[in-house]
């Protein structure tokens, strides 16, 4: 009996062990922090604490969010990014850096600059009273300085700032919200001169990260602009299907900018830098929505679901929002849904093994 009760004993003792083993574990990150910069696809929450129409800080925005909470994600729920923050082993996410828990050691976790309505063009968030990209930059400065009071020490920041994750998401509202509508751009240039100016600003933009000492870059490519609900209705003529002229200009902005990543590589060595292909991902979940698990590809659940307003977004006045976003690839006119996002995060994922190895 006693050798029965002391197996049992040790046994237990073995699975405790076992379990504080894997909840510390749970707590590592496979990065120390996760950097982000762009528009409304990685945005988390700055553009509530400035004047713009680009807001995503009312019902029903976030109704799957958790607590129902409308923080500022253009999506009913998780963002592609959040759901790669979780698989990294991240349990809360790096703040927005405008909001008010952007400070002390939340700031280990990283910062969010991002801001729905920029893009690579500043004059692209001009037009929307948004933050653009060279701002972004001028804040991730100011982080810097304070992580470095944060961390206990210059070096333990140094390494943080090294080994961490930035993500790089922008270019959609430089095509969407000003080329496409604005005749002093697109009178001015080409779609071909304007794709090879957006990629000059972004392979800028990354020789300014990597001179501040980021080493782990992860830029996503545009989506198929021809397919999103709201730029089918402004620009499909009513015609079936996706926008192939547009689905077009951003195929030629993505391969301008694979080939401007691999100059990247060639000019730093030390850098890894990966870019995130969500076209394909994305373009196949709306040909194919059945395969997918989606009843719904042409049409955002909320609201109309295809233009609510000027600003493309969900109106908290607006009826009709769907019973079931999963079953829906689109959340409002021009964002994916928390379903489609998980899909998108699987391939980010994916790509991205290379830079946190």
């Known amino acids: 009996m006693g050798h029965l009760i002391l197996a049992m004993a040790m046994a237990m003792a073995m699975v405790a062990l076992w379990w504080s083993s894997a909840a510390a574990q749970s707590t590592v990150t496979l990065v120390p922090a996760i950097v982000t910069f762009g528009d409304s696809v990685v945005d988390i929450g700055n553009n509530d604490y400035i004047p713009t129409v680009f807001k995503a800080n009312y019902p029903p925005y976030g109704r799957d969010f958790r607590n129902q909470e409308a923080t500022g ?53 001009l037009l929307s009273h948004v933050i653009p990209l060279s701002q972004q930059l001028q804040y991730y400065k100011e982080y810097q300085g304070k992580l470095a009071k944060v961390a206990g020490s210059s070096q333990a920041a140094a390494t943080l700032i090294k080994d961490a994750l930035y993500l790089v998401s922008a270019g959609s509202s430089d095509y969407v919200q000003n080329y496409y509508v604005n005749p002093f751009i697109n009178k001015a240039y080409t779609t071909d001169q304007y794709s090879s100016y957006l990629v000059g600003i972004f392979s800028n933009f990354i020789k300014s990260l990597h001179g ?13 602009l021809g397919c999103v609900p709201a730029v089918r209705t402004l620009f499909g003529f009513h015609d079936r299907g996706c926008v192939s002229r547009i689905n077009t200009d951003a195929q030629q902005f993505n391969k301008k900018l694979n080939t401007a990543v691999s100059q990247l590589q060639k000019q730093l060595p030390d850098l890894k830098i990966v870019v995130f292909d969500v076209f394909k991902p994305l373009y196949d979940i709306v040909a194919n929505p059945a395969k997918n698990g989606f009843k719904e590809a042409t049409r955002g659940c909320c609201g109309t679901g295809r233009v609510e307003t000027t600003s493309l977004l969900c109106n908290p006045k607006s009826i009709g929002t769907c019973n079931n976003a999963s079953e829906y690839v689109f959340w409002d006119s021009v964002h994916p849904s928390q379903a489609a996002n998980q899909i998108l995060a699987d391939s980010l994922i994916a790509a991205g093994i290379g830079l946190i190895a």
């Open 212 to 224: 501040l000492g980021a080493r782990r870059i992860g830029v996503t490519s545009l989506p198929p």
């Open 73 to 125: 994600r253009f999506c009913n729920g998780k963002l592609a990014t959040d759901i790669t923050a979780e698989t990294l082993g991240f349990t809360s996410y790096a703040p927005a850096y405008l909001s008010p828990q952007a400070t002390g050691k939340n700031l280990l976790l990283g910062a969010n600059f991002a801001s729905a309505g920029s893009g690579y063009d500043d004059h692209t968030a």
